[in-house]
DNA sequence: GCCAACGTTGGC
DNA sequence: GCCAACGTTGGC
């Protein structure tokens, strides 16, 4: 098997469109509508499996939520030929698709949120692509060490 | 609501 | 192919 690639990835939804919560109770949901080539190219590498960091934007305070499980790998993303959904987009051709998503289901919802504030102040979260300043990366790859001590930070007892 | 950061578009 | 204008994201 090929060397594979980062197995952890952070995506942003603002919960007022899309929560932790709305996934648990839906258990399972495709990912559309990332429209931006770097996000993208972010989602088509994402592997069945990979654990994927749920993380609020635009609401106070931001942070990240749970987690969720990549169950489908990338595939053309349909609400990019509707002219009725809001991701319409012309330029996506049916026969070569500009726009690509995946399925992921829910994994699990954080005690408390892990609010942006605390992972700034985390030392061993420097780097992240999410504490970059201007970064609107919507989806992100995150480093494994990364991926573990924000778990350990909002699951204090880990199992 | 403000605005910095960033991506995209389009005139040239 | 440059780059100004514009639109969007998202923290504050």
Redesign the pocket.
């Known amino acids: 098997m090929a060397k594979q690639k980062s197995q952890y990835w952070l995506v ?1 939804s ?1 919960p007022e469109v899309f929560s932790i919560e709305d996934l648990k109770k839906k258990k399972r949901t495709s990912w559309e509508g990332v ?4 996000a993208r190219n972010n989602l088509k590498a994402m592997r069945e499996g990979d654990l994927v960091l749920f ?1 609020h ?6 942070g990240i939520s749970g987690l969720a499980r990549v169950v489908k790998e990338a595939y053309p993303d349909h609400f990019a030929f509707d002219r009725k959904s809001k991701y319409f987009d012309a ?1 996506s051709d049916p026969a070569a698709p500009r726009w690509f998503m995946v399925d992921v289901e829910f994994v699990e919802r954080f005690p408390a949120l892990l609010t ?2 605390r992972l ?1 102040a985390d030392s061993k979260l420097a780097g992240m692509v ?1 504490l ?7 989806v992100q790859p995150v480093e494994k060490t990364h991926f573990d001590r924000a778990c350990r930070l909002a699951r204090p007892k880990p199992t």
């Open positions: 942003k603002e429209r931006n080539y770097q993380y934007s635009s609401v106070d305070p931001p330029k942006l504030e700034k999410v970059q300043k201007g970064s609107r990366l919507s």
